[in-house]
């Protein structure tokens, strides 16, 4: 999420999809697969030998009755193809730079290829469902074989065709066809299929599954219980009490289904004398033991339903087994208890819990260039000293500032998510991709060996105790927690759209290692859990199930899941899969894909707005001096863009306050041919925290910091942005221009100030204030001559009117923080707390800053540290630059204010 998180990120992660496929060559027209075989039939050459055309894909699994991939309407299906079951790129490069090849065909078995096709960025959807009639012809089928001499279980073959690919172009896919025992995924739990009912009100012979969200009609069927997440009050068990019918969790052909509790799926496989733990919390600087084994407390009776008695306050994760002949499966659920709580009856009526069990815990980003497994030759840029700075930071401003609502844990993103191989013929480390190993079984094919992250054992080992050591850890010493914040290479943030059950259970249970091994280091060192940073909005159906089982694994052991992005991505389907123990961070900054509008009542272009616009705020005179301020922009400059009748603010360009109210309006509350993320949230019982700009973010800034300006290169990475600009008045204001003029430019009356004031619309109003006003960059480090304007130009946030303004004004970051915060007032209850963005030193800052190269137009948004502990160096180069904006006393007077901000908000919840 590093100073950005803007829309085209989407667009990037999509375009350099490479998901996860399957694959399988298999010529025998035996009908028999035995799970133990080594030999490899499915490929007979290893993936990507030189004399290999035929790349080893990830298996597929197609499941009977599965009706989750589908649109629906009066029995009739339609693809969802925005719910990929397999994507290819990566293992198709066309490009040393991992870019993907751009189409492929499928060939093989003509009926199996009747339940695919192609979408975009080399995935593949499916186009109907597999029904019974269907699995029973392709046990027929000399293509398909019995897989772990399970009848209910075929392998089948299918083959990808790419247009190109640096190792091949010809891929085996494998494709499993499944018709037993499961466990139905998250969407099947909450989704409403009544649309697939067929004349006699059933499907495929099956009574239609009723659901809370009706995903195709755009809305919440709230008479319907919410299955993830019970709600009852420790009154409904003072007696043995009847909960749920585990059969409602599982799909079987004979419905002769045994359960058991069995937590095993959450250890790696390994069997734990503890299936159902009570949670009571989630701070680890609180909570010595956030966890108590309850299976105690729990029963299943002979017809499968879930019993227990006398339970107290607390957040039940119920861990069940279901076996039926050779087949099993395993579901996780949750039963929250409170007083508060609607009982377990009103929850059978559709009620949901509003216990929070997460509660108060508020957040921070933080950020460091420094890696603990690289040290440094000088002391001031050697780990952990950023680390430690943020640390003491923090005490400071939870001990003077934010005394009543203190900062709990700190997101550090200090380890990533990665492929373990990338082929040797490759010299760029960007083709990566899972490494398969060969075997007769697909399934067996998916390794751990094939996904890692960049932290060894023993390196994590050595070095997470500087942070979580509780008497000289940098953050644990200092009364804060620690949240390991994931960053994601490319290639698996693109696969897991794609990820089959295999490697959804390798990824969670490789993801969640580190938090739970930094306990086995040593039983004092606590993680509060993980966060996910995927620049990007993943809320498909596998992409979702593998958070669920990530939030799973993390919540039995008493840990929080976060994951960060624009509100409008989280629909039921992706709240549902958090748990109450998961967590969805709102960037409530750098949210701009429109302007606000104009006009009030403005609907024009592919979304309706949904909140204040410029007319709303501002009289009609400012509306259109501010619009014709963009479309001035709009005509040569990098901030505007008019398109289809909107005006969007284009790369990290100052957004209004009215821009930003705007936006986390739509993205919040808006219900066009979806149900908003606000009822999702309220429906569905979810949590999250609305992360709050209060430096170094894109867009929501007091100003900018412009280093070596030169008004005249063209359009390319060095063209001057991230302010806006009346291009035409520009012509000839190069650095040249501003080393020649520096004394002109101190003069508001000489041509060369008019020149570029003009340049930078600071001779333009809306109301009484300027579009953009300029200044120096404050003064020379250690002096009070000021830097030169050909060095730096100081370049302030464009003018709104928040919430309550009488006047225009150019905004402060605490105005951006107290005006987005009010969106999100309807639904406080579900939120954790604010998160704030971020602390991070200017030696983090992005290279070039400061001045510290020659880069022409090189931008820092300020405020960008909001710290105490900062100490240039002489030499940029070999330690903190020099910002000439920051001052301690700047930084307590924002933490004073926000805190200002914070407290009446949440006090009033």
């Not at 499961?182 to 067929?198: C, K, L, P, Q, T």
């Not at 997460?358 to 921070?364: K, L």
Request: charged content about 15%; glycine content about 6%.
């Amino acid at each position: 999420m590093k100073h950005s998180k803007l829309p085209l990120l989407v667009a990037l992660v999509a375009g350099l999809a490479a998901c996860n496929s399957g694959g399988g060559n298999n010529n025998s027209n035996t009908n028999q697969m035995q799970s133990t075989g080594s030999s490899n039939v499915l490929s007979s050459k290893s993936a990507f030998s030189s004399d290999s055309n035929n790349i080893l894909l990830p298996y597929v699994q197609l499941n009977v009755d599965e009706q989750d991939r589908f649109y629906w309407y009066k029995g009739v299906p339609s693809p969802d193809t925005n719910n990929a079951v397999a994507t290819f790129g990566s293992y198709f490069p066309e490009s040393s730079d991992a870019t993907p090849a751009s189409s492929f065909t499928v060939s093989g078995d003509n009926n199996l290829q009747a339940f695919f096709n192609s979408a975009e960025s080399m995935s593949l959807y499916q186009t109907k469902p597999l029904m019974k009639a269907d699995f029973t012809n392709f046990a027929k089928d000399s293509n398909c074989q019995i897989l772990d001499n399970d009848p209910n279980k075929l392998a089948c073959n299918l083959t990808i065709n790419a247009n190109a690919g640096l190792f091949g172009t010809t891929g085996n896919l494998p494709v499993i066809l499944y018709a037993g025992l499961r466990a139905y995924n998250v969407e099947e739990m909450i989704r409403d299929f009544s649309g697939s009912a067929d004349t006699n009100g059933k499907f495929d012979g099956n009574p239609i599954r009723q659901g809370r969200w009706d995903k195709d009609n755009n809305a919440d069927n709230t008479n319907q219980p919410y299955y993830m997440e019970i709600s009852a009050t420790p009154a409904d068990f003072s007696t043995k009490t009847t909960i749920v019918d585990l059969h409602k969790y599982f799909y079987s052909p004979d419905n002769q289904e045994v359960f058991s509790f069995d937590a095993s799926k959450l250890n790696a496989g390994v069997a734990t004398s503890c299936n159902i733990v009570k949670i009571t919390g989630v701070d680890s600087q609180a909570k010595a033991n956030p966890v108590h084994c309850s299976d105690s407390s729990f029963s299943i009776d002979g017809s499968g339903n879930l019993q227990a008695s006398n339970l107290t306050t607390g957040v039940y994760q119920i861990n069940v087994k279901a076996s039926e002949k050779n087949e099993q499966d395993w579901q996780t659920f949750y039963l929250n208890v409170a007083n508060t709580n609607p009982s377990l009856n009103d929850w059978k009526n559709g009620k949901v819990a509003t216990s929070n069990l997460v509660g108060d815990f508020p957040s921070i980003y933080v950020y460091s260039s420094q890696d603990p497994d690289k040290k440094g030759a000088n002391a001031q840029t050697t780990w952990p000293s950023d680390y430690q700075t943020y640390g003491s930071d923090l005490q400071k401003i939870n001990s003077t500032a934010m005394t009543t609502h203190p900062i709990k844990t700190a997101l550090a993103e200090i380890i990533s998510m990665t492929y373990t191989f990338s082929p040797a013929e490759s010299s760029e480390y960007k083709i990566s991709f899972w490494k398969l190993s060969p075997n007769s079984n697909p399934e067996s094919q998916i390794t751990a060996t094939g996904v890692g992250t960049n932290r060894s054992d023993s390196d994590f080992a050595r070095w997470i105790g500087d942070l979580v050591d509780p008497t000289k850890g940098a953050f644990a010493s200092k009364g804060v927690g620690l949240t390991l914040n994931y960053d994601f290479d490319n290639q698996v943030k693109a696969d897991l759209v794609g990820f089959n059950p295999e490697q959804q259970d390798i990824v969670a249970d490789t993801i969640v290692h580190p938090i739970v091994y930094a306990s086995q280091v040593n039983p004092s060192y606590k993680i509060d859990g993980l966060a996910m940073d995927l620049e990007a909005g993943f809320n498909q159906i596998n992409a979702a199930v593998t958070f669920k089982k990530v939030a799973d694994r993390l919540a039995y052991h008493g840990k929080w899941f976060n994951y960060f992005y624009f509100s409008d991505v989280f629909n039921p389907l992706l709240v549902s899969s958090f748990g109450p123990l998961g967590v969805a961070n709102f960037s409530t900054y750098d949210v701009g894909q429109y302007r606000a509008p104009q006009s009030t009542g403005d609907q024009t272009g592919m979304v309706p707005y949904t909140a204040d616009t410029y007319q709303g705020a501002f009289n009609i005179a400012e509306a259109a001096g501010i619009y014709s301020a963009f479309s001035t922009d709009a005509n040569g400059g990098l901030c505007d863009q008019l398109k289809s009748g909107d005006m969007l603010p284009v790369g990290y360009c100052s957004l209004s306050l009215n821009d930003s109210i705007s936006e986390n309006n739509r993205r919040f509350n808006g219900n066009y041919h979806t149900v908003s993320t606000e009822q999702a949230m309220t429906d569905f019982d979810g949590k999250y925290s609305p992360i709050l700009p209060l430096a170094a973010s894109a867009t929501e800034w007091n100003n900018v910091e412009m280093w070596n300006p030169d008004f005249t290169i063209p359009a390319g990475s060095e063209h001057v942005s991230g302010v806006l600009i009346n291009n035409n008045a520009c012509v000839g204001i190069n650095n040249q221009f501003l080393q020649a003029h520096e004394s002109d430019l101190n003069n508001q009356s000489s041509p060369a100030y008019g020149q570029l004031a003009k340049c930078l619309m600071a001779d333009t109003m809306v109301g009484s204030v300027p579009v953009q006003t300029f200044s120096h960059c404050g003064t020379e480090m250690g002096s009070s001559e000021s830097i030169p304007y050909a060095q730096c130009i100081l370049v302030s946030n464009i003018p709104g009117k928040g919430i309550g303004d009488q006047d225009v004004k150019h905004p402060v970051s605490i105005d951006y923080a107290k005006n987005n915060l009010q969106v999100y007032a309807s639904t406080i209850q579900h939120q954790t707390g604010y998160s704030v963005f971020a602390l991070e030193t200017p030696a983090a800052a992005t290279s070039g800053a400061f001045g510290s190269a020659t880069i022409p137009n090189k931008n820092v948004q300020e405020p960008w540290y909001i710290g105490y502990n900062y100490t240039p160096s002489t030499n940029p180069k070999d330690g903190e630059p020099y910002d000439p904006e920051y001052s301690p006393q700047a930084s307590d007077q924002e933490w004073q204010a926000f805190a200002t901000v914070i407290n009446n908000y949440y006090n009033n919840k």
